[in-house]
């Protein structure tokens, strides 16, 4: 890549996302050299993929190079894509007023409601460039998952009163998801850091950092966005973004849609939730989400948060 000029793009959290320049336009160019390339050589096929699949659609960038690795020669798989402009949400939000908050949930929510209605034959991971689905698991529930993790993570050591309150928040969970009986594309990793937002209009420009993406359930990213930012003006705009857009599908339709779309939403995360927790000690965001799993499984409230 000595054509590029590359230099660690802020806020690439993954060490392999780099800030370049070629034939004078700005470029960003990520290296799948530890966990891209843990995902498999597929993994720079499928990003490329989704992005020409959402472009024009989302806020997106264009794919601009794609160069598959080479395992045997040692050389990782690399992706070139135009540089998008815009301020990163979580440098950004905390100077917005309550009514910009609200203009910018609102876009937001519109963002994800056009995601939502892009439908996939069944639920789970890309595995090649033709994004071929290949199904989760026949008993991937959420208590099964949450069984899982139970051995395998940091929950072993959670007390058995907060396990079997987790357990009972899961169950119900599931109930409540089962409702909606269809897949979407799910990006899946919404948050601040990998969202864009114009500082003086207040568009959305880009929504980045696509590598978890996956056929899933409609309020996945919902609950993704709305995980730790509570704040009232911010939610309320999101959500109505959303029902604008995606308000005829999934029971929406009905009174009580906001309730109802937001309960989702929780549901759908809390799978992501207990993987983060899982992982309590190897980042800020996992104890944050340890503390928060903790205080929705000793309530039973999905809405619970730590503190």
Wanted: proline share 6%.
């Amino acid at each position: 890549m000595d054509d590029y000029g590359l230099q660690p793009l802020e806020g690439g959290f993954s060490g392999e996302t780099f800030l370049g320049e070629s034939a004078g336009e700005r470029t960003v160019v990520r290296i799948y050299a530890g966990r891209g390339a843990r995902r498999g050589v597929a993994a720079v096929d499928v990003d490329a993929a989704v992005l020409r699949l959402v472009r024009g659609l989302l806020p997106v960038p264009e794919v601009l190079e794609l160069r598959r690795p080479d395992d045997s020669a040692g050389i990782p798989g690399i992706l070139v894509t135009g540089f998008l402009p815009g301020a990163r949400l979580d440098q950004l939000l905390p100077r917005l007023s309550q009514a910009e908050r609200g203009l910018v949930g609102e876009r937001l929510g519109r963002t994800l409601g056009r995601m939502a209605q892009m439908p996939m034959p069944r639920p789970g991971r890309f595995v090649c460039h033709d994004l071929r689905i290949e199904p989760w698991a026949e008993d991937a529930d959420l208590v099964a998952w949450v069984e899982d993790h139970r051995v395998t993570t940091a929950l072993a050591d959670w007390p058995d009163a907060d396990y079997d309150g987790l357990l009972r928040v899961a169950d119900a969970a599931q109930v409540l998801l089962d409702e909606v009986g269809r897949a979407c594309l799910v990006h899946s990793d919404v948050n601040p850091k990998n969202l864009l937002v114009d500082p003086l209009n207040h568009e959305v420009t880009g929504l980045l950092d696509w590598e978890f993406a996956h056929a899933g359930h409609p309020a996945t990213d919902l609950g993704n966005l709305l995980r730790f930012d509570r704040d009232d003006r911010l939610v309320e705009g999101v959500l109505a973004g959303y029902l604008e857009v995606a308000g005829h599908l999934d029971g929406y339709d009905a009174p009580g849609a906001r309730e109802l779309l937001l309960h989702r939403a929780r549901a759908a995360d809390l799978l992501a939730l207990v993987d983060l927790a899982g992982r309590r000690g190897e980042s800020p965001v996992a104890e944050r989400a340890d503390e928060q799993l903790r205080a929705i499984a000793r309530t039973g409230d999905l809405h619970a948060t730590a503190g």
